[in-house]
């Protein structure tokens, strides 16, 4: 049968593990009606995991206390980062979720020139304990025992990484990503808003990016983009 899983940065430091988060105690006492003894496979984000067991179970403490040897979660031999731009928050944290969930190394945030202006004023840093929440669930699902980095950044260039394989998905693009003959070992898969680029972000991806490519004839909306964009690039490298 296979264990509920619990994320805890501090495993491999320690031998008893303390919950006293609100939510993730209603989570593990009252949605899965976990009791004393109950066994959990417990991860910390860096590769670490270990099976549990919880010892003492209380309305504002949930106590476990580690009974399997440590073990380690190798990472792909591709490294696949995300950077997308800043969207409405529920579209947002959807494609923040769905990434995760495929599996990728980093995800990062950018404010578009054509970000849409009802969330243009909006404080980037306000999100981050969310998006980070709602990444570290999704690894509690899918199974992998790295969380992905998760970066906020006020616009295009100072988010891009000049050490990573960029490859940037533009609506006017024709390649496709035949036209690829060689992949390094870290990819950085860049997506705009609905509007697309602007033509100061686009001429900057032009001059400082690998490659841009089509996601095919029919227009995306932002938040699939850089879900289609990651499950394309993951089938094609076997990675699925």
Known sequence: MKLHRVYYKELSRTDKISIDNKSKINHLRNVLRLSEGSKLDVFDGEGNSSIC????????????????DIEFQQPERINLKVLMPYIKKENLFFAIQKVTEIGVSNISLFRPDNVDQSISKKDLSKINEKALSIITQACEQNGSNIVPDFQIYEDLSSAIDHDSFSIFFDLDATNDFQSIKNFEDSITLITGPESGFSKKEREFLNATTSHNISLGKNILRAETAPITALSVIKSNLGLL
């Open 53 to 68: 067991k919880i010892v003492s179970l209380e309305k504002k403490k949930i106590v476990l206390e580690q009974i399997g």
